[in-house]
């Protein structure tokens, strides 16, 4: 089973803070690893994504780091905000399959909680 | 804001009814896909869509089927609910083969089978 795994379940960090969530995968075959963030009542959106060709990609506040060699890439928030609080999801796919997001492994999930 | 719609957006239903979960987006999008979200779970991809007439089952095996009879409209049935079905039910679609066509995701269905 191909799987992705996230880490922490929950987070909580103080407005201005950094908030760092980590993901795991197995599949080397994997070639795109997005993060989708999701408010309450609301479906999860994309938020910024990377391929393996790159080492970091800066969005803003949101940047991702990712190690090929040790199969892991994580999400950091700079200056983390209130309006941060957020479930963020990262996962992975094989690019080249249809060649679209259709076939995404999720990871589980991390709940943010920015406090003020 | 992506222009995908699931109505109901809450359900409780008894045991053994059927019931229909509608999506419909405006996007003109071809690929349509149905998830289910558990709390503390991933999302799981149980049914997808390619285009009309075109219906795939995901990794997560469902009790659920799909129709495609129109590209903007991709609904969910379950036949006869039961409690395992309560869960949240997430429709989304994607653009065509562009690296940057992500998944557009609707609001979600909570389902709840009493």
């Known amino acids: 089973q191909q799987q992705v795994k996230q880490s922490p379940q929950s987070l909580i960090v103080q407005k201005g803070g950094i908030s760092i969530i980590n993901c795991a995968y197995e599949?080397?075959?994997?070639?795109?690893f997005p993060w989708y963030q999701q408010f309450p009542g609301k479906g999860p959106a994309l938020l910024i994504a990377?391929?393996?060709?790159?080492s970091e990609k800066k969005e803003g506040r949101f940047t991702i780091s990712f190690n090929k060699s040790a199969k892991q890439f994580s999400l950091h928030i700079m200056d983390s905000q209130p309006g941060d609080s957020a479930t963020y999801f990262c996962?992975?796919?094989?690019?080249?399959?249809?060649?679209?997001?259709?076939?995404?492994?999720f990871g589980k999930g991390t709940k943010l909680s920015v406090k003020p | 804001e992506a222009d995908i719609y699931q109505t109901p957006r809450y359900l409780v239903i008894g045991t053994g009814k059927k019931i229909t979960l509608e999506c419909s987006q405006t996007?003109?999008?071809?690929?349509m896909y149905w998830y289910q979200q558990d709390p503390g779970m991933e999302l799981h991809l149980i049914h997808y869509?390619?285009?009309?007439?075109?219906?795939e089952k995901g990794d997560l095996s469902s009790e659920s089927t799909v129709s495609r009879i129109r590209t903007e409209h991709f609904p969910l049935t379950l036949e006869s609910a039961r409690p395992s079905h309560t869960s949240q039910y997430l429709c989304?679609?994607?653009?065509?083969?562009?690296?940057?066509?992500?998944?557009?995701f609707g609001n979600g269905t909570r389902l709840t089978v009493t």
């Open positions: 989304a679609s994607s653009g065509d083969r562009a690296f940057n066509s992500p998944l557009h």
């Open positions: 599949n080397t075959a994997f070639d795109y």
């Open positions: 869509s390619y285009g009309v007439n075109s219906t």
């Open positions: 996962a992975a796919k094989l690019w080249n399959y249809g060649g679209s997001q259709g076939n995404l492994i």
């Open positions: 990377i391929r393996p060709d790159v």
């Open positions: 996007m003109g999008h071809d690929k």
